[in-house]
């Protein structure tokens, strides 16, 4: 409590004068008052009759008038010239402060943990900070996308530091006043300030900074940007003001979007020092992740969950999707009034992150036959063509107005690709209007005619091949888009004859990959009337079911080839 109070007196000893000095006001007004009255009291009875007549109506008018204005002037002045300082005595809480979240929680962002650890050790080992000068990392931010773990592993920061932890996101220091910003920049400064007195420390963090620090530019008479420059100039000055002063206290940052959109001076040297690029994790964490999130449901020993297909399945994911996963494969488990969440649960949660819920459309027996080949075809030639791609799932359940799909995801993180996968992707993508055409001799509308359908993506992709990458048969190189895209003065450096070259080097892609798409099916009609046959029952076939169908044909993936 007493801690408490030190921190109070610390913050408000202004408002504690200002009050104390109005209380002595009040206190001496009421003696004038006291002795007023008494003087009052001891007049003539007509001429305390004439003075009371006269000042009731005065009275009544000044009381009416102070009880409307003085509210209206405390609540301007606290809240918006002062951006909110009644509303930060509620917040005067201790223990709000105060983090657990232990290192070892941190899980899948190695990378950026190493990069932190440094400044963990430098909080803690102060005779470490007077050795190198008495300086101390004072900024860090921290670059990524959503959900991979910034603001925890700022926690966490602060947790081994044994320091207090002040957070706050970049929008609370945007307001409708001029000025509001930079007075809430400065209250939360103030408070760290008071609490690294106290507790020999502080780290301030700042959530989606971005939110205040874009590039400055010139007022049109608004305010509004008048306003964004005063609150990034205040907190430039209490950046600089940490290195010429405290020795205690750091600033961590976290934002979504790329370090060139955030204002220069911001980012230069001296100011955020450290920069941790935080990223979505690989095979190897994510499965530490599901690890560490299967901990905390029951899953028994018969659910036979794999971690490591999870992890597969789950590229691209976020530590936050695959928390949000694991959660709702409990509440499905609850749902059927189970205890125990399994495999099961697990697949059907992951295809409501992934794809969304299942569609109301009920299919006719001819366009669940139409729609298990078209999907056949894809499986098919993903499976036997595709160099690095697993297939994970095939449906002809609708989802998100798609009557069915098949889900694919590299084996393992791909950070370039080659002519080998693009054509590939091709492959895959006119699969399905193979697969039509051999079953049916044509072909339906749910090959093209939308942005993302099978033509679409084997257009853009055969289109980017020749135009962008230079991979055409005719072999010219260069990057063509890029001068139909942008005339200079209105004249197109492109001539006709050379995009009618373009054009016939992506459909000679087209039509050779449609050859060869066309040939591996008839030579396999039996496996793929086989697999929409299964597909056809069941509705969905899921990783394991996939594999099954293939080994039976005694055929393993062009992705994991045999030793």
């Known amino acids: 409590m007493f801690r408490k109070l030190l921190v109070f007196v610390r913050l408000y000893w202004i408002r504690i004068i200002v009050i104390g000095f109005a209380l002595c006001i009040l206190i001496l007004s009421a003696f004038i008052v006291q002795a007023g009255m008494a003087s009052f009291l001891s007049m003539e009875s007509f001429s305390r009759r004439q003075l009371a007549a006269n000042m009731g109506l005065t009275l009544v008018i000044f009381t009416i008038v102070s009880l409307i204005q003085t509210p209206l002037y405390l609540a301007m002045y606290f809240y918006m010239m002062q951006g909110g300082g009644l509303s930060k005595l509620s917040s005067l809480d201790l223990s709000r402060t105060k983090v657990n979240v232990k290192w070892a929680d941190v899980i899948g962002m190695e990378e950026p943990k190493r990069e932190a650890w440094e400044l963990v050790t430098l909080l803690k080992d102060r005779a470490r900070i007077k050795a190198i000068g008495g300086k101390i990392i004072k900024g860090t931010i921290m670059f990524g996308p959503p959900g991979c773990g910034k603001t925890y592993l700022a926690k966490s920061i602060a947790t081994e530091a044994g320091l207090p932890f ?109 920069k941790i690029y935080v990223n979505k994790p690989n095979l190897k964490e994510r499965k530490e992740i599901f690890d560490f999130y299967l901990k905390r449901v029951d899953i028994g020993p018969e659910s036979n969950i794999s971690t490591d297909l999870l992890a597969r399945k789950t590229l691209w994911f976020s530590p936050a999707d695959i928390d949000y996963m694991v959660r709702e494969a409990s509440i499905l488990a609850l749902r059927d009034k189970r205890d125990k969440i399994t495999m099961k649960d697990l697949n059907e949660a992951y295809d409501r992150v992934q794809f969304g819920m299942r569609s109301n459309v009920v299919l006719t027996e001819k366009e669940k036959t139409w729609t298990a080949y078209h999907e056949a075809g894809h499986a098919l030639i993903a499976y036997l063509l595709h160099p690095s791609n697993d297939v994970i799932k095939a449906t002809i359940i609708p989802h998100r107005g798609a009557l069915g799909f098949i889900y694919q995801r590299p084996s393992e993180e791909m950070h370039s690709t080659n002519r080998e996968y693009l054509l590939a992707n091709i492959k895959v993508s006119i699969g399905s209007y193979a697969a039509e055409l051999m079953k049916f001799g044509t072909s339906s509308s749910g090959v093209g005619g939308a942005v993302g359908s099978d033509f679409y993506s084997a257009m853009q992709m055969a289109h980017a091949m020749v135009w962008r990458y230079g991979m055409g048969k005719s072999g010219l190189i260069g990057d063509f888009h890029s001068l139909l895209s942008r005339p200079y003065n209105n004249i197109m450096f492109l001539s006709e004859k050379t995009k009618e070259i373009l054009d016939n080097d992506v459909q000679d892609i087209l039509q050779t990959c449609l050859k060869e798409v066309t040939t591996v099916l008839n030579n396999n009609k039996e496996l793929l009337d086989t697999f929409a046959q299964e597909l056809m029952a069941k509705g969905e076939l899921e990783y394991d079911d996939i594999e099954a169908i293939f080994q039976k044909f005694n055929i393993r993936p062009a992705s994991r080839p045999a030793l």
Not at 190 to 210: P, S, T
Not at 242 to 270: F, H, P, Q, W
């Open 166 to 274: 002040l957070s706050s996101v970049g929008s609370e220091f945007v307001g409708m006043f001029v000025g509001q910003g930079a007075a809430r920049m400065k209250s939360l400064f103030k408070q760290a300030r008071a609490l690294a007195k106290l507790e020999g420390g502080c780290i301030i963090f700042i959530d989606e900074i971005d939110s205040f620090t874009r590039p400055r530019t010139a007022d049109f008479g608004f305010g509004g940007t008048l306003s964004n420059n005063a609150t990034i100039n205040q907190f430039l000055t209490e950046l600089d003001g940490l290195r010429k002063i405290e020795n205690n206290i750091v600033v961590l940052a976290a934002t979504n979007v790329s370090e060139d959109e955030l204002d220069e001076a911001v980012m230069r040297a001296g100011r955020f020092e450290r």
